[in-house]
């Protein structure tokens, strides 16, 4: 049976990690390398790289730190931040990533999820979609979160699905930052919508959580805070999960 | 010294690691190699193309007993031919490659992995392990006695049960990614460096 998935996400900027990271026993907290490897000894199921860096000239180093990754990790990764262009999806996978996320160019431009799916093929090809609650709709937004789109988020789910993305990394702003929970009733509603798997974020703070969305039909959780900070270790919040009988891999 | 047949599709780098060895194109090198990797993602034909002027030497390396592992399409093309594309596999075993059908495709994600008998590539690792799936077709051996370990998956109500190994003398294959496994996937890996 297919085991849910557990994963990180990473900030990084100019290659290295922004957000502060307290583990113990870290030589360097900024070294993506350093804290991928500890993730996955862990027993994290998957790692996500979110580029911050602004500028397309120090994209160079993005890629670097691409290859460096898939010379030292022996997880599945994912890499997303700023893709405008199939040749840009092309050179990361080239790289050495095993998929890549797309999120505001998907919406500027539906026609680059359906020409990316075909270069990199579905499986390797993820849409973020961060959604806000707006009184009627669960709206679209994108550039991180600072523009409002006026798109339903479940229409858009479809829409990307029918043009060829392989899963969907579902990002809800209500609960992001909060620690509160994922976004259970946008979760279930994206997740009824489509048929590719549906990855829950934002808003972890327990393994409850990780629970809840599992429970509703989200393939995996992504987390950030929850783990950086150390509240919860992955092998605990796994051992939480097998104890409560969700398929889980645990080593 | 280990060949890790490189047909220019995907970063291999972390499977040199784990293995030791050279990535190459080079058939004399492959030729003076104790041990052949062929590591493989991408469509059936395109890539049995690129694997043409390798072919008979790496038939020639099976033929005189040398270790040889196949990854994810590098196992399926071990077999006759594939309902993804025309055209001949290696055809080192009998039988084909056929698509998933009523479950969702591509079974991605990590899925358990029950060998059917013993094979040195799983010693030392738990009957159940779970292991990294990246694939749409898998293999139909003719002979079932080539199955090594078998996995079960599940979606949308429907159930498909499929070799997820092979392995007779020394020709062994894995649809999972083992350089994606962690340290199930290196546990493999290592085996096969020692055998």
């Known amino acids: 049976?297919?085991?849910?998935?557990?994963?990180?996400?990473?900030?990084?900027?100019?290659?290295?990690?922004?957000?502060?990271?307290?583990f113990q026993n870290i030589r360097d907290a900024g070294d993506p390398i350093e804290l991928a490897k500890r993730y996955e000894e862990e027993g994290i199921d998957e790692i996500v790289f979110l580029d911050i860096t602004a500028s397309y000239e120090k994209r160079k180093i993005l890629l670097d730190l691409v290859k460096r990754i898939a010379e030292e990790i022996y997880v599945p990764f994912t890499v997303g931040g700023g893709i405008r262009s199939v040749e840009e999806i092309r050179e990361i996978i080239k790289s050495g990533a095993d998929k890549v996320f797309l999120n505001t160019a998907a919406v500027d431009n539906p026609k680059l999820v359906s020409e990316a799916a075909k270069v990199v093929g579905s499986a390797n090809l993820v849409i973020a979609i961060d959604a806000k609650?707006?009184?009627?709709?669960?709206?679209?937004?994108?550039?991180?979160?600072?523009?409002?789109?006026?798109?339903d988020a479940i229409e858009w789910a479809k829409e990307v699905e029918r043009l060829g993305a392989g899963?969907?990394?579902l990002?809800?702003?209500?609960?992001?930052?909060?620690?509160?929970?994922?976004?259970i009733p946008l979760t279930k509603a994206i997740v009824e919508a489509v048929d590719i798997p549906v990855i829950a974020s934002g808003g972890a703070g327990s393994p409850e959580h990780f629970y809840e969305a599992f429970k509703i039909g989200a393939e995996a959780a992504l987390a950030a805070s929850i783990f950086h900070y150390g509240k919860?270790?992955?092998?605990?919040?796994?051992?939480?999960?097998?104890?409560?009988?969700v398929p889980i891999r645990l080593e | 010294m280990i060949a890790i047949v490189d047909l220019g599709i995907g970063n291999l780098a972390n499977v040199r690691k784990a293995l030791g060895g050279i990535i190459t194109s080079d058939s004399y090198e492959i030729e003076r190699a104790d041990k052949i990797v062929l590591p493989g993602v991408g469509n059936f034909g395109a890539v049995m193309k690129r694997l043409e002027p390798l072919k008979e030497t790496i038939l020639d390396a099976i033929n005189e007993g040398k270790p040889f592992l196949g990854i994810c399409l590098g196992m399926q093309l071990l077999f006759e031919w594939s309902e993804e594309s025309e055209g001949k596999g290696l055809e080192v075993f009998k039988g084909n490659v056929v698509k998933f059908r009523g479950v969702r495709?591509?079974?991605i994600g990590w899925n358990q992995v029950f060998p059917a008998k013993e094979c040195p590539l799983f010693e030392g690792i738990k009957s159940g392990s779970y292991f990294y799936f990246v694939h749409s077709y898998y293999v139909n051996p003719q002979d079932k006695e080539v199955i090594a370990a078998i996995t079960d998956y599940e979606s949308k109500g429907k159930e498909v049960v499929f070799p997820s190994a092979v392995y007779k003398d020394n020709i062994f294959g894995v649809q999972f990614h083992p350089e994606k496994s962690s340290k199930n996937g290196l546990k493999l890996l290592e085996n096969f460096r020692r055998l």
């Open chain 1, 171 to 183: 990002t809800s702003m209500d609960t992001d930052g909060t620690q509160q929970g994922f976004d």
């Open chain 1, 232 to 245: 919860y270790t992955v092998r605990e919040l796994k051992e939480y999960l097998a104890k409560k009988g």
């Open chain 1, 1 to 22: 049976m297919l085991a849910k998935r557990i994963i990180a996400a990473l900030d990084i900027k100019e290659g290295r990690v922004v957000k502060g990271i307290k």
């Open chain 1, 133 to 151: 609650w707006n009184g009627k709709f669960w709206e679209v937004y994108t550039h991180g979160g600072r523009k409002a789109r006026g798109i």
């Open chain 2, 105 to 107: 495709v591509p079974h």
């Open chain 1, 167 to 169: 899963e969907i990394l």
